[in-house]
């Protein structure tokens, strides 16, 4: 266990109140390597930080960005580097606005998006109006 005190630590049931996330996606994502329970008790229940949570938060706000998995890792370590210190900070900040540049470029894309589905169920509504 880190530096972290056990009585900090939460149980798998609270994060998953916490983020939104379900028990069994919380656990996925254990299973592929972006969060690992900071510790765990005698009876084998995950305890997780409040890191641990905050990760976790990160994954869950790039899901509907379609970021990948693979980028979800990256983007975890880059900002676990960039929090400890180590590597090329120069380096590290040039990648992070590389994240930045296209987590942008994708919510535009959605905000596009929402204005298509929107002008259609507008024009949906304009169907219904006209039938009444």
Known sequence: ???TPRSELVQIGQ???RT???LRTIRWYEEEGLVVPTARTEGG???YSEDDVARLE???RMKPLGFALEEMR???TLLADLDAGTGG???LL???RMFHEAATARVTALREQLAVAEGFADTLAGHLDARR
């Open 74 to 76: 990256e983007l975890l």
């Open 94 to 96: 040039d990648r992070l």
């Open 58 to 60: 990160v994954i869950k």
């Open 89 to 91: 900070r120069a380096q």
């Open 45 to 47: 229940f995950r305890l």
């Open 20 to 22: 939104g996330l379900s």
């Open 1 to 3: 266990m880190t530096g």
């Open 15 to 17: 994060v998953a109140e």
